[in-house]
Structure formats: C-alpha cells, structure tokens
C-alpha cells in the first residue's frame, strides 16, 4: 500500500519539477535532478519494503568510540 | 545566472542567528550530565562558541560574498576543496536530518503520540523545501517575526514561573568534577553554536556595503541570544532541580508547572507555537545550505531542481538515524560532541591559517590590501 503512495508522491514530484526545466532547456540540473531523485527512490523504496539500511548514527559511533578508547585510559 | 539573487539585511542575519541558537536546544537541552551546574556548563559552552564565531565570521570576512563551498575552492585548490566540500554537504544533509528528527520526536512524544514518526518529519520537511525555493531572503524576513515571538514568548514564560523557582535547587554550585564539566561544555559549544558553521552559506548573501559589519554584528547577536538561552536554562534548573537531567525535555516540564491563580494553566501548546516556528528556521537554514553547497559543487545554474530530492534523502536519513528518542538524546550527549570536532572546529581553523599563510584572498591590483 505505501509503495503506491511512493510512487505517487515520486510522479509528483517530478510533476512538479520537470516541465519547468525542460522548457528552460537547463539539461544539466535534469540530469542531476533525476539522479538524485532516483538516489532518493531507492533509499525509500528500500526503507518501504523493509529492508534494514545501516544507520549513519551507528557508524558515526563505532569510529568515535574507536577513537576515543585509547584516549579514555588515560583518564 | 547567479544561484541566489537575495540580499539578506542585518535585521535579518541577527534574528535568523537567534532563532538558530535558540532552535532545538530549548528543547533538547544538551549539555544536562552538568545536572544543577548546567548554567555554568552553558556559559562556559557560550565562551567556546563565540570563539567558533570568530574564525566563522573572520573567514566569511575574508572572502566576502564568497559561500563556503567556493571558499574551499579557493583555499585548498579545487580537488582537495571539492571533497571538503562535499563532506560538508553531507555534515548539513545529517544535520537537517538531526534537527527533524528532534522536533519529529519531540510533537510526537508530548502532543500526539499515536501519529506515525514518519508524519511529522514528512510535513516539516515538505514546508522547509517549500521556504528553501523561496530564498534565502524569504527566510530572513520570516525570522523578523518568528524572532521576537519566541523571545517574548520565552521571557513571559520565564516570568510566569517566578512563584515555582528555588534558588537553592541551584546549589550546591561547582561541585561537578572537572572531566564532566568540560564534557557539558563542549556539547553546549557543539550542538547550538558550533552549527552555526551554516552560516557560512549565508553570510555570502549581505548587502556588499555591510560586509564589514559581519563580525560584530554576530559576536554580538550571539551573546544577545545566548543572554535569553541563559534566562531560560536558569529557569529550568530553578524549577526543576535535581529531575531536570531525568526528564526527556526539561524546559517543556518546567512549562507544565505553570500555575497562576488556578487560571493560566496548562500552557504547553502556545509555547510549543513559539518552538514549531523556531524548529522550522533551523531546519531551513541548514537544509538551504545543503542544497545551495550541492548546487555549487555541481555547478548548476539553479538549485531549485535539488531541493525536493534532497528533502526526500533528509527524510528517509532522519527515520533511519535512530530506533527511539533516547538513543537520539545519548548519541546527541555523548557521540555528537566528538564526531562534530572536524566539520565545527577543525577544517574551519585550518581553512583560516592556511588563508593566512597564503595571504589570501589574493589581490589583482598592485597594491596589497590587507583585509582584517
């Protein structure tokens, strides 16, 4: 039922953005508009499905913590 | 075609600046392992930022009306400049993902708790792409107005708490060993102020002839607005005493005790107005960053195209962060501070004596202009 939902909001988005920049011929930020568009589709398609993306905060915190380990014995 | 044809008044940056310091950390309170000394741990935290200030606003007015993306450019060459960069776009995508992801949890948590996370996040995020297309200037003019409605509503509130504060809920005062304290600190000095390196977006888009006004006018809206936090926190720690670290949201508790004369009670949702408002410029603010850094390094001749897929990105970023609200408040005090060192202090720090080693901006005229 959401992957309807994506798809519609997708389709409006692009809807919404790309008559104005085809008329205006600005070919390059069509270019970069789909790709991070298709970047943002799979990102949610996934997040949708169910599919467990690492976290950033995880890995933010493994390099922290491994960073910070030799510095906590001196304490 | 230039990216951004707004002009920013000083009116404007001051109250853009404020609403940005006051955003999510009256909601949040970071900085709270300091329990009752939390007043110290942000003046101590205020100091540390308004060093962050100072190398902002000296390289912002070393390279006027110059962005921070081409300010890299400039600096480190353009290979090494573009993947500084881009690792700054990245830190502005996290940090707006952050920001929605705090009010997410916080109108989730206190007003509606049966909504879907999801919900929230999407509405705010749909109303700060609709304020980045609008510009820069757009969102100047709105922190005129949304700037002294929170800053009134906060000092009212402060007031109405008068009868429920104990000056001895701050005492005993200083007994915090010194590890902690300087812990407290510097996640005060990193959560609001050392995000302030957002503005260094922003500080490109002044009027030409105000260039020169950059750095005082922010040391001192910075020490105005931290004047009011302070007021704030005070406040908190007043009323709440010991409880205040136990709480999820300190200041909306304390707001709860509001009791005058059995008729101002319950006087949480018109101070969650003032809030949703800040939240919303904070957000804006750095989620502009993002998409004009993006646009830049891209070299696109507008970056209106980005901001809808960008905003997707933010939203799908922020969900999966974190399982919960307390993990978002952990990582914040304990794994924040830290991982923010590079992208607050260090590359900014660099970036200013490798300038002044360089003895940029280089001049085209004969004559060498040293800018201070």
Redesign the interface.
Known sequence: MYIILLFLG?GG?VL??APG?IYQK?W???I??FL??G???T??LL?VIGIK?P???EI??K???F??KPLSNL? | MKLEGGQISTSGLSFLLICYIFGSTIIIIPGREAEHNIWLAYIAGMTEGLVFAFIYTTLAQRFPQKTLIEINDLIYGPILGKLISLSYILYFLQLTALILRDFGDFFRGVLMPETPLVVFILFSALLGASAVRNGIEVIARCSIIIGPLAIVTSILVTLMLLPQMKITNILPIGDIPLKDFIKASHTVASVPFGETIAFLMVFAFMEKEKVKNIRKLTLLTIILGSIFLLINIFQTACTLGKIAPITLYPTFTAIRLINIGDVFTRLEALVIFAFLGLGFLKLTVSYYGATLGMAQILKLRSYLPLVLPLGVIIVVTSILHFENTIENIVWTSDIYPYYSIPFQIGIPLLSLLIAMVRKLPKQKTGSKQQQK
């Open positions: 997708f988005i919404f953005e920049l600005y390059r930020e069509l970069f508009f991070f568009l970047l943002a589709f990102l949610s997040a993306l976290s950033p905060a933010t915190e390099i922290v913590t960073f910070l304490f």
